[in-house]
Structures are given as structure tokens and as C-alpha cells.
């Protein structure tokens, strides 16, 4: 089936990249958030984006007027994902939170509509379970900041059909991305082998054994990262990277995951990274 009309749940960074990516390759796009004052600053940061691919020679002013007239914006949920064919929830990662829009989803979408959600490492077997149709219910994780990064994980839940599977693959690649199937475990690929670099770097951090600025240029230098993990903890968000360490130490049961306690301290003091202004740099 292709895949031409699309709502997403969710106008913060991984929602609005995800709009941008899809409206820029010609779908129609809905863009869904309680927040009307989320879906304006949404709106504004897919035009920045777009401006900068101008700057680049990507794109030119007609492609970029194209692409917004292709979004819509609604704080309604339901009417957002009436008529679309794929509804792709991009959320906060919290499990109650993603349950409860799920279940919503499930009564508001079409009874053929595929229901994805952008989890970072949340089971899509569990989330599938909270709907009537876990056959049309897969994982798309995409990777920030959506436009730019190539990677969508496609993570099959336990009953996810073939043709859902498909359809979203052969979407993915209508969209420039690169997807690379994966079986629902907890953090899938990415976040599996990402979150223990991170968490190290931060008990590394906390022990005194260098500085933040120390510890990521050793990665970028000594293992020719582009980023350091701290940096890119940052860029991630403090909040996420902890919510996706306390479901690997949940899921596991293995204190490998165990979250550092700073980050735990600086989550708790609002300090989330780039998108507060500081975390383990200071931002402007």
C-alpha cells in the first residue's frame, strides 16, 4: 500500500523533522499537538530548516513554499488522524503517555490505517498489545535531528504483518531514509549500544576522571566519533536518555543499564541540554 497521508502526533524536535521529511517528499502531512503555541514554533523551525537547505543549494523557495503548504497543523487528535493512512506518534518517552495515545489512536484512525511509533525503546510488541490491531502496529525510530540523519529503525512488534512492514520500508525510502529492520527488544539496536557509551561517559564524568570537554574529544579524536557522548546527550536530551536507561535496567534487569546518579541529579534540576539552555554545557 503506498503511504501518502500522514499524521503526526507531536510537534516537538523529532515530530516537526519528522513532518518536515515527509512534507518535503511529497506527502500530505497533519500535524497534531495540544499546544497550539508547540504546532507555531513547529511551524517556524521546519521553515528555518527549510531556509537552511536553500543556503545549501538543496532546495529552492518554491520547494520550500510546496513543502508547508503540504502540512496542516490541529490541535484535535482525533480529526488529525481521521484520515490518514499512517499515524506516526512522536510523543514524550513515557510509557503511560505513549499507551494512552495509542488506545486514542486506535479508535480514532481508520481500521486499515498502520499506527507507528517513534519509541526510542519501548516495547512496540507492548504497545501494539493496547490496540486492535497489533498486526498494523510497527516501530519507526527515527534518528535527531530528522532531517539531516539517514537511519530509521523499523522495529517489528511480535504480531506486525509483512505487508505493514513492507509498507513502511518502501515509505522510508520514499522519504530518503536508509531503513534497517529490527526485532523488539528493549532499546532496539541504537539505544542499546548508545546508552551505556552515554551513561559511562557521565559515571567517568561524576568519578573526576576528566572533564566533559575532556571525555568527548577523546571519543571524537581517539575513536573518530562526530560526536562526543556527552555532547550528544545534550543534542538527545537528558530527560530521554534517562527515561530510555531506566527501561534497558528494567527490562533486563541487569545494573549495567543502571543510570548514572548525576544524570539522574541533573534531570531533576531541569537540566536537559540543549533544549533548557544547559546540561552538561551551557547553551545560549
Known amino acids: 500500500m503506498s503511504l501518502t497521508r500522514i499524521a503526526v502526533i507531536g510537534a516537538g524536535t523529532m515530530g516537526n523533522g519528522i513532518a518536515h521529511v515527509a512534507a518535503s517528499h511529497g506527502k500530505s502531512v497533519t500535524l497534531v499537538d495540544i499546544d497550539e503555541d508547540a504546532l507555531d514554533r513547529a511551524l517556524v523551525t521546519i521553515g528555518r530548516n527549510l531556509d537552511r537547505q536553500i543556503k545549501k543549494g538543496a532546495l529552492d523557495e518554491a520547494a520550500k513554499a510546496a513543502t508547508l503548504d503540504r502540512i496542516a497543523r490541529s490541535t484535535d487528535m482525533?480529526?488529525?488522524?481521521?484520515?490518514?493512512?499512517?499515524?506516526i506518534e512522536a510523543v514524550p518517552e513515557r510509557p503511560e503517555l505513549k499507551h494512552r495515545v495509542m488506545e486514542a489512536l486506535d479508535?480514532?484512525?481508520a481500521p486499515d490505517a498502520i499506527l507507528a511509533t517513534n519509541t526510542s525503546s519501548i516495547s512496540v510488541t507492548e504497545l501494539g498489545a493496547r490496540t486492535g490491531r497489533p498486526d498494523r502496529v510497527i516501530g519507526m525510530h527515527f534518528m535527531n535531528p530528522v532531517p539531516v540523519m539517514q537511519l530509521v529503525e523499523v522495529i517489528r512488534g511480535l504480531a506486525t504483518s509483512d505487508e505493514t512492514t513492507r509498507s513502511v520500508v518502501e515509505l522510508s525510502e520514499q522519504m530518503g531514509k536508509v531503513p534497517?529492520?529490527?526485532?523488539?527488544f528493549p532499546g532496539f539496536v541504537s539505544n542499546r549500544v548508545l546508552l551505556p557509551m552515554i551513561n559511562e561517559a557521565v559515571f567517568a564524568l561524576m568519578e573526576g576522571v576528566a572533564e566533559a570537554e575532556a571525555i568527548d574529544t577523546v571519543m571524537k579524536l581517539g575513536m573518530n566519533h562526530p560526536m562526543g557522548p556527552l555532547e550528544l546527550a545534550d543534542l538527545i536530551g537528558l530527560d530521554t536518555c534517562l527515561s530510555i536507561l531506566e527501561v534497558l535496567h528494567r527490562d533486563f534487569g541487569d545494573d549495567r543499564y543502571r543510570p548514572s546518579p548525576l544524570l539522574r541529579k541533573y534531570v531533576a534540576a531541569g537540566w536537559l541540554g540543549r533544549k533548557s539552555g544547559r546540561g552538561f554545557y551551557g547553551y545560549e
Open 107 to 109: 479508535a480514532a484512525a
Open 180 to 184: 534497517v529492520e529490527v526485532n523488539d
Open 78 to 87: 482525533a480529526a488529525g488522524a481521521a484520515e490518514a493512512q499512517l499515524v
